[in-house]
């Protein structure tokens, strides 16, 4: 079984502030890891996922996340917020042998301030 | 490309009433998925289906739920009867033949049990 700890319901934050979103993991195999972001009235759209090779993965928004086996963590940063990146965050984790169904963390929701 | 549309975006009914939703997914894409969103957690999958296959439904309530997929391309997700509880998001998701790793959500269709 896997499964997914966002340890933070709600992260607010100043805009131009740095900002670290934590996901844990569990899983008794190898896992591919995903965040996905809904913003206000959207459906969920992937951010990045981790799938194999360099354990620190990139968004084209700024986002980056780092794979950490050892903590079992994929943690998700940005160094600079916007505005416009408040929204509801989602980790998420599959494996081969789940078929490549996702299980989700429960979110959190950043919210940016001016 | 067209993104995944479901319909509709809102329904209200009362508890014991049946509710169906209606989900189209990108086209060409085999693979189809609905989850429930509860408000405060995060997409619980209910079932996966690969063209008009069921791959899983494993966490599906089958005592009220049913979804089908007959020609392999949109989908029925039905309750009967519906229960306070059901109340919640249901999103719809599809990824293509060779891109497994990115599910392409839609808008959700958000259901209220009175």
């Known amino acids: 079984a896997q499964s997914v700890t966002q340890l933070d319901s709600q992260v607010p934050v100043f805009e131009e502030a740095p900002v670290e979103l934590r996901c844990n993991y569990s899983s008794s195999v190898s896992v591919y890891l995903f965040w996905y972001v809904q913003y206000p009235n959207q459906g969920l759209q992937l951010l990045l996922k981790y799938l194999s090779g360099s354990t620190l993965v990139e968004s084209i928004n700024g986002f980056e996340a780092e794979f950490n086996k050892s903590q079992t963590s994929f943690h998700l940063r940005k160094p600079s917020v916007h505005i416009s990146d408040t929204a509801e965050y989602f980790c998420?984790?599959?494996?081969?042998?789940?078929?490549?169904?996702?299980?989700f963390g429960g979110g959190t929701r950043l919210m940016v301030k001016p | 490309e067209a993104g995944v549309a479901q319909s509709p975006r809102y329904k209200i009914i009362e508890k014991r009433q049946s509710v169906a939703f209606w989900c189209n997914p990108i086209s060409g894409h085999a693979t189809l998925y609905w989850y429930q969103q509860i408000l405060g957690q995060g997409p619980k999958l209910l079932i996966q289906?690969?063209?008009?296959?069921?791959?899983?439904d494993s966490q599906l309530p089958k005592d009220r739920f049913s979804a089908e997929r007959l020609k392999g391309v949109d989908s029925t997700l039905k309750i009967q009867p519906a229960k306070l509880e059901d109340s919640a998001v249901y999103l719809c998701?599809?990824?293509?033949?060779?891109?497994?790793?990115?599910?392409?959500f839609g808008p959700g269709t958000r259901l209220l049990v009175l």
């Open positions: 998701a599809s990824t293509g033949t060779g891109s497994w790793e990115t599910q392409y």
């Open positions: 289906f690969q063209n008009n296959g069921v791959v899983d």
């Open positions: 998420a984790v599959t494996n081969n042998n789940a078929g490549n169904m996702l299980t």
